[in-house]
């Protein structure tokens, strides 16, 4: 025999505040992720590095499935180097006061290359999520549903301060940071028919592939080939740290 249930009529009206109803996916979702850029310095002075962290947050109400960018940020103004790292990992936080878990998605060396406002242009992800809903399953579990939610860390604006003029150097070309500076060669005597190497390098912290080294000024007495030029910088959040060295063969005429 087949058994029917009687027509129910549904009538649709337009969409109402329910303050006393049960949230939906997304407000749930709303109220539990969020995406923050984590600035290290908000008025740096011109070619002082920053760091900007993007972390992904979300409470023990719901589960992070998936997400892909949507809007990665172009940086203008800024000479800008990404920290790799090989896996995400799940870490335990706070925000607003309130226990949180989150990811660190991407980690971003900048130096700002003008002075005045600049700004960081928005990340942005979707994101998928498993929301709990009130319904259960036959053996009483919490039934879940997936949802997709947009979500972005918003621009942020620095206000980058110029470099000091009183007690610029002339020729003065950007360095910035703390530097050692040395001048050394291979030999110290030779014959007419020998030839030299000179190195001129400079090593410490900062902003070392943003500005060039100072030219070896020689007599005429001696011929210069073009300088070989290497660097051995590594860039972690704290900004550039390393070498970079100019080397130059020198032959004398007599």
């Given at each position: 025999?087949?058994?029917?249930?009687?027509?129910?009529?549904?009538?649709?009206?337009?969409?109402?505040?329910?303050?006393?109803?049960?949230?939906?996916?997304?407000?749930?979702?709303?109220?539990?992720?969020?995406?923050?850029?984590?600035?290290?310095?908000?008025?740096?002075?011109?070619?002082?590095?920053?760091?900007?962290?993007?972390?992904?947050?979300?409470?023990?109400?719901?589960?992070?499935?998936?997400?892909?960018?949507?809007?990665?940020?172009?940086?203008?103004?800024?000479?800008?180097?990404?920290?790799?790292?090989?896996?995400?990992?799940?870490?335990?936080?706070?925000?607003?006061?309130?226990?949180?878990?989150?990811?660190?998605?991407?980690?971003?060396?900048?130096?700002?290359?003008?002075?005045?406002?600049?700004?960081?242009?928005?990340?942005?992800?979707?994101?998928?999520?498993?929301?709990?809903t009130d319904r259960r399953d036959f053996f009483?579990?919490?039934?879940?549903?997936?949802?997709?939610?947009?979500?972005?860390?918003?621009?942020?604006?620095?206000?980058?301060?110029?470099?000091?003029?009183?007690?610029?150097?002339?020729?003065?070309?950007?360095?910035?940071?703390?530097?050692?500076?040395?001048v050394e060669t291979t030999k110290d005597a030779?014959?007419?028919?020998?030839?030299?190497?000179?190195?001129?390098?400079?090593?410490?912290?900062?902003?070392?592939?943003?500005?060039?080294?100072?030219?070896?000024?020689?007599?005429?007495?001696?011929?210069?080939?073009?300088?070989?030029?290497?660097?051995?910088?590594?860039?972690?959040?704290?900004?550039?740290?390393?070498?970079?060295?100019?080397?130059?063969?020198?032959?004398?005429?007599?």
């Amino acid at each position: 025999e087949t058994y029917k249930t009687i027509p129910a009529e549904v009538t649709v009206t337009e969409a109402v505040d329910t303050p006393n109803g049960a949230p939906s996916p997304d407000d749930i979702a709303d109220k539990n992720l969020h995406l923050v850029a984590e600035v290290s310095k908000m008025d740096p002075f011109m070619n002082e590095p920053i760091s900007v962290v993007y972390k992904l947050y979300f409470s023990s109400a719901v589960g992070v499935s998936n997400f892909r960018p949507l809007d990665n940020p172009k940086y203008n103004d800024f000479w800008s180097q990404e920290i790799p790292f090989s896996k995400y990992n799940v870490e335990n936080g706070s925000y607003n006061g309130q226990p949180y878990r989150y990811v660190v998605l991407k980690r971003v060396v900048l130096y700002p290359q003008k002075s005045g406002e600049l700004e960081i242009e928005p990340l942005a992800l979707d994101v998928s999520l498993e929301i709990p809903t009130d319904r259960r399953d036959f053996f009483g579990n919490r039934i879940y549903t997936t949802t997709h939610k947009t979500v972005s860390a918003g621009k942020r604006s620095i206000r980058v301060k110029p470099l000091p003029l009183e007690g610029q150097p002339e020729g003065f070309s950007g360095a910035v940071g703390e530097f050692d500076f040395k001048v050394e060669t291979t030999k110290d005597a030779l014959n007419a028919s020998e030839s030299l190497q000179a190195r001129v390098s400079v090593s410490g912290k900062g902003n070392l592939k943003l500005f060039q080294l100072p030219e070896l000024n020689l007599p005429s007495a001696l011929e210069v080939y073009e300088p070989e030029f290497s660097e051995d910088v590594r860039t972690t959040l704290a900004g550039m740290q390393g070498s970079v060295t100019e080397t130059y063969t020198i032959v004398p005429s007599f």
